[in-house]
T-cell receptor, first 118, second 115 residues
Framework: KAGVTQTPRYLIKTRGQQVTLSCSPI?????VSWYQQTPGQGLQFLFE???????NKGNFPGRFSGRQFSNSRSEMNVSTLELGDSALYLC?????????????????FGPGTRLTVL | KNQVEQSPQSLIILEGKNCTLQ??????????LRWYKQDTGRGPVSLTI?????NTKSNGRYTATLDADTKQSSLHITASQLSDSASYIC??????????????FGIGTKLQVIP
């Protein structure tokens, strides 16, 4: 079974531009989450999509947006790029699970897209 | 404010030795706690996941413990190998009112195993 794939792997943009990142989840997974990872802040949750609907959102400005398609593939868009947006953007697809009635969804991460804003 | 703090920030150990990584959290209401291993240049890979009722979980040479009363978790690595060199991230999930989970990540412990 193929893992989570993300494209592109590396991207260089300049301030003010916009960027679209793509994520293809593991076949059969309907949940896709996006994260930003920087050396100083670690991993931070951006948003989660399930069946084409955003069902969870982190504390990021409106410049960060996403969507999910009917085939569960997801895209993330960042408009008006800032230098601070330079980071590794990780996508994870989710496989639902429970243990003792508690949700224990397992997430499988892709390799990430390294975005550099100049 | 929900927080997850990990210690130490970095650690260097000799191959074959054991080590323990710590995670303290203030996330509430607690749903589950996971440990991830992230190799350089790769996405995180799940090692263990524990719910409130579980206080220990093993995955090969990795053993995670959870004390929900003190809100502490540890990840113990036995007989370390060079391939254990990675960042280890503690992730704690809280159940929000919408029925979904709010996920808080620790900043990670960078482990280096040397020959």
């Amino acid at each position: 079974k193929a893992g989570v794939t993300q494209t592109p792997r590396y991207l260089i943009k300049t301030r003010g531009q916009q960027v679209t990142l793509s994520c293809s989840p593991i076949s059969g997974h309907r949940s896709v989450s996006w994260y930003q990872q920087t050396p100083g802040q670690g991993l931070q949750f951006l948003f989660e999509y399930f069946s084409e609907t955003q069902r969870n959102k982190g504390n990021f400005p409106g410049r960060f947006s996403g969507r999910q398609f009917s085939n569960s593939r997801s895209e993330m868009n960042v408009s008006t790029l800032e230098l601070g947006d330079s980071a590794l953007y990780l996508c994870a697809s989710g496989h639902p699970g429970t243990s003792g009635g508690v949700s224990t969804d397992t997430q499988y991460f892709g390799p990430g897209t390294r975005l550099t804003v100049l | 404010k929900n927080q997850v703090e990990q210690s130490p920030q970095s650690l260097i150990i000799l191959e074959g030795k054991n080590c323990t990584l710590q995670c303290n959290y203030t996330v509430s209401p607690f749903s589950n706690l996971r440990w991830y291993k992230q190799d350089t240049g790769r996405g995180p890979v799940s090692l263990t996941i524990m719910t409130f009722s579980e206080n220990t979980k093993s995955n090969g040479r990795y053993t995670a413990t959870l004390d929900a009363d003190t809100k502490q978790s540890s990840l113990h690595i036995t007989a370390s190998q060079l391939s254990d060199s990675a960042s280890y991230i503690c992730v704690v999930s809280a159940s929000n009112s919408g029925g979904y989970q709010k996920v808080t990540f620790g900043i990670g412990t960078k482990l280096q195993v040397i020959p």
